[in-house]
């Protein structure tokens, strides 16, 4: 069975297969798609969510030098961009990493690479909905007509959020309240979601929260996919040169209001400030991949898919490296952590008319990413259903339309319902370590067939250089610099040093008897009038870091509300553990195997940004493999081609 469970593909067969028609359904797919429309369709994935919106927390949490962190993320992407591009050319059919996973590793990792490529689309799609659905609802509301006595569309918070975030919303206020804080006072964000919470309709004590707007534009993109590549490809086209234009024009005259004062200083919060943002930025670049599940509608993939993911990198980190040097050039960069950065940045400078044709641009864009997305994942489903790991119908194409109608129409349902509920902040999260997993595993699938004298090659080969030469190197250098420059921080990692708990943990932690101890405990501070009402989170919030530690460690609240220690603290720093102990293996194959540099190098950046992800990311994705190895072994397993072609050799 074990021999069964890691069953390859091989690249001929593949070909043979795509060459004579898919199983059942003769029907073949458009091929209409040149560099042009890749490199658009790139760019419509890429510029979307990023630029209108991650682009401000990030630039707050590293100032100006947050363009490094997009260079870094660029190159990252790049070097697994040339994975995918070389498996493109090698495999020029749809399926992505999971089609390129049976060639290198077998069937059940190909499952599995799957199984997380349908996270990261579906959930990716769900995230973009949201974020559409936030923008779409601000420009209503901005919408002004005197003459008909329009001043702003507004719709409900209750029909324009989903429960979880007012759900959460609402405890979060009720534990900031009692702690003294009043409801002016709190964050616009936990006021919207507890109002939300507070209006909804309810049914028997139900509270009917919905993303409504997240729903309508998801349906509507759904039905744009299932009519075709053709129409699809036109409206991204049309999406893009909007939202290009837009920029263009945020740049053109952005320039003019730049202060060179405020890029000084350029890293004010150091490197950990600017890898702070690193789940934000990684997210505003995934999609690129997306492309690679177009090559059967592209009229030459093996040189035109490379090409296409390239060029879409390389304009789309261009764009945002500009844009992050305007916005934090205009304002100082402490102020940029909003949702809407480019339009609060135009309204600081009192340009009205600017912030409005950036929220419009933002609707558009949004849209074009959400296309993308909907239109790989059925594309996915499609490569997986043909080889039997799905039943039939999933490989279904329209008659008509030439696309995977079954498969697009199931997407909808799939990311329809969840976008009604589910949280902004754990999706984006859990998309982008769905979407690492892929890129480390192509990376990963190039390493392990490039001396494979079987594999046929396609017409784009990444340039070889020996890793042994330059990892071994950059490992040691990476050890020295820890154990000098960052002594103190490594010191702390290894030995578990215990952590302070930031202020609102620790206030919305507390129960009422706490609550109180901490109130009394403040009112001796000479800095606090003595009878006025005690805000617990915005004193110890406006305390420095030795401040803040000195008042903690003589609170007689509880120790371990006060600190992250012992197994609490260890198991968020399992991720990292895990990347030093794999790069210690790769350092080692690269030595005795003699790998090829830009694969390993890729592996190891997109490792090590998924690593960065929380553990809750880690737990939640493991959960969802372990539903698609439950499937794959009640279904894939016994209906795969491979498998029935084994037993009819057999028979």
Not at 65 to 78: G, K, N, R
Not at 360 to 366: D, G, I, L, Q
Not at 597 to 618: K, R, T
Request: hydrophobic share 50%.
């Amino acid at each position: 069975m074990l021999k069964n469970l890691f069953r390859k593909k091989s690249v001929s067969k593949i070909l043979a297969d795509a060459a004579k028609g898919y199983g059942d359904h003769e029907a073949s797919l458009h091929k209409t798609l040149g560099v042009r429309d890749l490199t658009a369709f790139g760019i419509a994935a890429i510029i979307g969510a990023g630029i209108f919106s991650t682009i401000g927390k990030a630039s707050a949490d590293g100032g100006p030098a947050v363009i490094f962190l997009f260079i870094f993320t660029a190159v990252a992407c790049s070097f697994a961009a040339f994975a995918y591009a070389e498996f493109a050319s090698m495999v020029p059919v749809s399926g992505s990493a999971y089609t390129y996973s049976y060639v290198a590793f077998g069937e059940l990792v190909a499952w599995v690479i799957g199984w997380s490529l349908i996270m990261e689309y579906a959930i990716g799609n769900i995230t973009v909905a949201i974020s559409w659905s936030d923008y779409f609802t601000g420009l209503l509301s901005s919408i002004k007509i005197p003459a008909l006595g329009i001043n702003g569309i507004h719709v409900p918070d209750w029909a324009s959020m989903d429960y979880l975030t007012a759900f959460n919303g609402h405890k979060h206020a009720e534990a900031l309240l009692n702690a003294g804080k009043s409801m002016a006072n709190i964050d616009e964000a936990t006021r919207v979601a507890a109002n939300a919470w507070n209006t909804a309709p309810q049914i028997g004590g139900f509270h009917l929260v919905a993303d409504i707007p997240a729903l309508a534009i998801i349906i509507f993109i759904t039905w744009l996919v299932y009519r075709g590549m053709k129409e699809s490809r036109n409206a991204s086209n049309a999406m893009v040169i909007v939202k290009l234009a837009v920029i263009l024009l945020v740049l053109a005259v952005g320039i003019f209001y730049v202060d060179t004062e405020n890029w000084n200083p350029f890293a004010p919060n150091g490197i950990s400030g600017v890898l702070k943002g690193v789940s934000a930025v990684f997210f505003a670049y995934i999609g690129f991949d997306a492309i690679s599940t177009t090559a059967e509608e592209c009229k030459n993939p093996q040189r035109d898919l490379p090409r296409g993911m390239m060029w879409a990198i390389v304009i789309c980190t261009i764009l945002y490296i500009a844009i992050a040097l305007v916005l934090t050039g205009i304002v100082k960069y402490n102020t940029l952590a909003v949702g809407d950065p480019l339009a609060y940045v135009f309204d600081q400078i009192d340009l009205k008319l600017m912030s409005g044709i950036i929220a419009v641009s933002a609707v558009f864009a949004m849209a074009s990413v959400l296309l993308v997305f909907q239109m790989g994942q059925p594309r996915i489903w499609m490569s997986m259903s043909r080889d039997g790991l799905l039943p039939k119908s999933f490989s279904k194409i329209h008659p008509k339309y030439k696309t995977p109608s079954f498969s697009t129409i199931v997407v909808g349902f799939v990311v329809a319902i969840p976008s009604l509920f589910m949280n902004l902040t754990t999706v984006t999260d859990l998309c982008s370590i769905g979407t690492l997993f892929a890129f480390v595993l192509v990376c990963a699938g190039v390493l392990v067939l490039q001396n494979r004298p079987d594999v046929q090659r396609g017409k784009f080969k990444i340039p070889y250089v020996n890793a042994k030469f330059v990892i071994p190197v950059l490992f040691a250098g990476a050890i020295i610099l820890s154990f000098t420059e960052f002594k103190k921080e490594t010191m702390s990692f290894i030995s578990n040093t215990p952590k302070v708990v930031n202020p609102v943990t620790f206030v919305t932690s507390l129960n009422g008897e706490e609550l109180a101890t901490i109130k009394q405990e403040i009112s001796t501070s000479p800095v606090v009038l003595q009878g006025k009402q005690i805000d617990a989170e915005a004193y110890l919030s406006n305390l420095n870091a030795e401040q803040y530690e000195s008042f903690l460690t003589k609170s007689s609240v509880d120790y371990h509300k006060k600190y992250e220690s012992g197994w609490h603290l260890f198991k968020h720093k399992i991720p990292m553990w895990i990347f030093f102990i794999i790069c210690l293996i790769i350092t080692y194959l690269s030595i005795s195997k003699n790998l090829s540099l830009i694969p390993v190098l890729g592996l190891i950046s997109c490792l090590y940004m998924m690593c960065e992800l929380e553990l809750s990311n880690w737990i939640g994705f493991g959960i969802w493999l372990v539903v698609g190895l439950v499937i794959y072994f009640f279904y894939g397993y016994k209906n795969s081609k491979l498998a029935q072609e084994q037993n009819n050799s057999l028979a």
